[in-house]
C-alpha cells in the first residue's frame, strides 16, 4: 500500500495539501478526482518524491519515501506526469528502453529487453518503435510513456491527467489499457483524472479532493452521487442512471 | 484492441527497405566517431609537420604542446557544454551564461585597475592561475549549492541568478576598463583574447589534470545523463537521485570551466557550436557518443581554425576572435531555426 499520514504540504505560507492521511494503490484501479488546484497533482509529486511534504510521513509498501534510495523506490513504484516533453529526439523503443533503468542501470540484459518488447507489444507500439517521438500523435506519444512506465515493471503505477489534450477515442484508449494493466498484469494504478464519467466507468474506486484535503473515498459507484459530486466540484451536477451506470451530467 | 488508422500504420517501419551498405555504416555512431577521430589525427600530422622553418625537433616541441592545449580545452569545454546542456534541459546555453568568463576578466581587471599592467604582466603565471581558479571554484559551488543544493532547488533561479551576476560582473568591468591608462587598457585588452599558442607547460599540466579529473567524475554518469535528457520528473521516477547527480555534475563543470578559462581566457561559445554540431554529429542521443564527438569537434576547430590563419591566411595569434564571430552566426542559426519550428 502507498500510505500518507498527515501529509501536509505549503507553498509559501498556502496550504496546499492539508493533513491528508490515506492509503492508495489497493487492487485495481484508484481514480483521484477533484477540481483545479484541489492539490491532487501536488499529491502525486510528494508520493513520486519530485516534492517533500512539510509534514506527515508517506510509505510505500512499508518503505520510507523520504529516507528509501529512489532507485530502490523505482522497482516499486512508476510515475507518469503529465507534459512529458523531451528535448533530445529519441525513438519509441530508445524511450520505453529508460523504463529499465532501475534494475539495470542503463546496461540491458536479455531480461530487461524481454521486458521492453512485452511492453511495446501491449501498447501495439510494434509498428512505431523506431520512429522519433516529436513524430508521434497525442496518443501515440502517450502510449511509449505508458509503454516506458510498463517496462519499468513495478506493483504501483501513478499516472497524473494520462487523459490530457486527448481526444475522445484516445481517452477511451487509455482507459481500457489502464483497466487491461490492473486486470491481466495485476497492476494497483493510481490515476488522476478530470471526467468524473471516466472515473466511474474503469475505476473501482474513487477518491475526491477539494482545498489539499480528502473529502470522499469510497466505491465509484458511491461517490457518483448529485451531493457529493456538487461538494466536490461546487457546481451543479446530476447524476443519472444509463443502462445500469451511474453518469454524471453537468454540460446544463 | 489499440487501432490506428491504416495511413499511420503503414507509413510506419523505415527499416523495410534495405539501405546502401555505405550509408548503413555511416549511420552508426562508432563509425561516425571514428572518423571525427581520423580527422583529428590528420589535422595534427598536418600541423605539427608542414612548414617547419628550422629544427624539426624544436617545431615539434612548441607545436606538441599547443595541440596538447587544444585537447585540453576542447575537452573542458566540450563535455561541460554538453552537461549543462543535459542538466538544464536547454541547448542555446553555455556555462559562461553562469558568469564564468565575465568573472575572469573582472579578476583580471582588477589586478591591472590596482596595480597596473607592468605588474599584472610581470604577476606569476602560476599565482595567477591558482588564484582564478580557486575564486571561480569557489564562487560557483558557493552559488549552487545557496540556490540548488538547500531547500528551493531550482535550476532556473540559479540560471538567473548567475545571469544578473554575469551582468554585474561585466558592468563593473567596463567601468573599470574606462577609467584605465590606454597602455594599460591595450595590455589588458590583449591578455583577454583567449590564446592556445605557447602555453606555460606547468599550467598546461595542471589543467589537463583537473579536466581529467572532472571527466572521471563525469563518465560513471553517462548513462545517468542520458536519463536527464528526459528531464527532471522523469528522470527522478526512474530513481535517479537528481539532486545528488545534478550537483555531482555541476562541480565537474565549474572545475572543467574554470581550469580551462585560466589558462587560455574565455573560450566558452566554441562550446556552444560545438555542443549543437555534436548533437547533429554524433547519431544518437546518448552522451557515450555526444560528448566524444563534441569533444573531437572542438579539437577540429580549434585545429583546424588554427591552421587556416596560420599557414593560409598568415595571422597569428588570435583564433578566439573567429571563433565568437563564427559563434555568434551559429547561435543566430540556433534562435531563428527554433524560432521558425
Do not use: H
Given at each position: 500500500m502507498i500510505t500518507l499520514e498527515g501529509v501536509t504540504k505549503r507553498y509559501d505560507g498556502q496550504t496546499v495539501v492539508d493533513d491528508v492521511t490515506i492509503g492508495l494503490g489497493g487492487d485495481g484501479v484508484t481514480a483521484l478526482i477533484g477540481p483545479n488546484g484541489a492539490g491532487k497533482s501536488t499529491l502525486f509529486g510528494l508520493v513520486g518524491r519530485l516534492l517533500h511534504p512539510d509534514a506527515g510521513r508517506i510509505t510505500v509498501d512499508g518503505m520510507d519515501v523520504a529516507r528509501t534510495p529512489s532507485n530502490q523506490l523505482a522497482t516499486t513504484l512508476a510515475v507518469l506526469r503529465q507534459d512529458n516533453h523531451v528535448a533530445a529526439r529519441l525513438t519509441v523503443h530508445d524511450l520505453v528502453e529508460f523504463g529499465r533503468f532501475p534494475h539495470s542501470r542503463g546496461r540491458l540484459t536479455v531480461h530487461d529487453r524481454e521486458h521492453v518488447e512485452r511492453a511495446l507489444s501491449y501498447l501495439d507500439l510494434d509498428p512505431f518503435r523506431?520512429?522519433?517521438?516529436?513524430?508521434?500523435?497525442g496518443g501515440q506519444r502517450q502510449r511509449a510513456f505508458i509503454a516506458m512506465v510498463l517496462a519499468q515493471d513495478t506493483k504501483y503505477v501513478l499516472l497524473d491527467e494520462p487523459l490530457n489534450n486527448l481526444d475522445l477515442r484516445h481517452m477511451t484508449e487509455i482507459m481500457r489499457l489502464v483497466r487491461r494493466m490492473a486486470d491481466e498484469l495485476g497492476k494497483r494504478v493510481v490515476t488522476v483524472l478530470h471526467d468524473v464519467n471516466f472515473a466511474a466507468t474503469y475505476a473501482d474506486r474513487m477518491v475526491a479532493m477539494r482545498d489539499g484535503r480528502v473529502v470522499a473515498d469510497a466505491p465509484a459507484r458511491d461517490v457518483m452521487r448529485p451531493e457529493v459530486l456538487e461538494a466536490v466540484y461546487d457546481t451543479a451536477v446530476d447524476v443519472r442512471e444509463i443502462d445500469g451506470k451511474p453518469v454524471a451530467l453537468y454540460y446544463g | 484492441m489499440l487501432t490506428d488508422s491504416p495511413a499511420t500504420t503503414s507509413a510506419?517501419?523505415?527499416?523495410g527497405r534495405p539501405r546502401p551498405r555505405l550509408a548503413a555504416a555511416w549511420a552508426r555512431p562508432a563509425v561516425r566517431l571514428s572518423a571525427l577521430g581520423a580527422a583529428v589525427l590528420v589535422l595534427t600530422v598536418v600541423y605539427c609537420v608542414t612548414d617547419v622553418p628550422g629544427s624539426l625537433a624544436f617545431a615539434l616541441e612548441i607545436r606538441s604542446l599547443t595541440v596538447l592545449a587544444m585537447l585540453v580545452v576542447a575537452t573542458a569545454v566540450g563535455v561541460s557544454t554538453v552537461v549543462f546542456h543535459t542538466i538544464t534541459q536547454n541547448r542555446i546555453l553555455t556555462p559562461s551564461i553562469m558568469g564564468f568568463d565575465a568573472f575572469y576578466v573582472l579578476i583580471s581587471t582588477i589586478i591591472v585597475f590596482s596595480s597596473g599592467s607592468a605588474s599584472f604582466l610581470a604577476f606569476d603565471q602560476f599565482t595567477l592561475w591558482v588564484t582564478q581558479v580557486v575564486v571561480m571554484v569557489a564562487s560557483s559551488v558557493a552559488l549552487f549549492t545557496w540556490l540548488?543544493?538547500?531547500?528551493?532547488?531550482?535550476i532556473h533561479l540559479m540560471l538567473l541568478v548567475g545571469i544578473v551576476l554575469g551582468t554585474f560582473f561585466r558592468s563593473a568591468t567596463e567601468w573599470m576598463q574606462r577609467m584605465l591608462d590606454p597602455l594599460d587598457f591595450q595590455v589588458l585588452s590583449d591578455a583577454m583574447f583567449a590564446s592556445?599558442?605557447?602555453?606555460d607547460e606547468t599550467l598546461l599540466v595542471l589543467t589537463a589534470g583537473l579536466v581529467l579529473l572532472g571527466c572521471l567524475a563525469v563518465v560513471p554518469l553517462l548513462r545517468t545523463l542520458d536519463v536527464l535528457t528526459l528531464g527532471e520528473p522523469t528522470a527522478v521516477g526512474l530513481g535517479v537521485d537528481h539532486r545528488r547527480v545534478v550537483m555531482l555534475l555541476f562541480a565537474a563543470v565549474s572545475v572543467m570551466v574554470a581550469a580551462s578559462t585560466a589558462l587560455v581566457g574565455p573560450i566558452l561559445f566554441l562550446g556552444l557550436i560545438v555542443a549543437n554540431l555534436a548533437y547533429s554529429y554524433a547519431g544518437s542521443f546518448r552522451h557515450v557518443w555526444t560528448l566524444p564527438s563534441a569533444v573531437l569537434i572542438g579539437v577540429v576547430c580549434l585545429l583546424g581554425g588554427q591552421l587556416v590563419l596560420e599557414r593560409l591566411l598568415g595571422f597569428g595569434g588570435t583564433l578566439s576572435t573567429v571563433i565568437d564571430f563564427a559563434g555568434g552566426l551559429f547561435f543566430l542559426h540556433l534562435v531563428l531555426r527554433k524560432g521558425a519550428r
Open positions: 523506431s520512429r522519433f517521438l516529436d513524430e508521434l500523435s | 510506419a517501419p523505415a527499416a540548488f543544493g538547500g531547500k528551493r532547488r531550482s592556445l599558442t605557447r602555453p
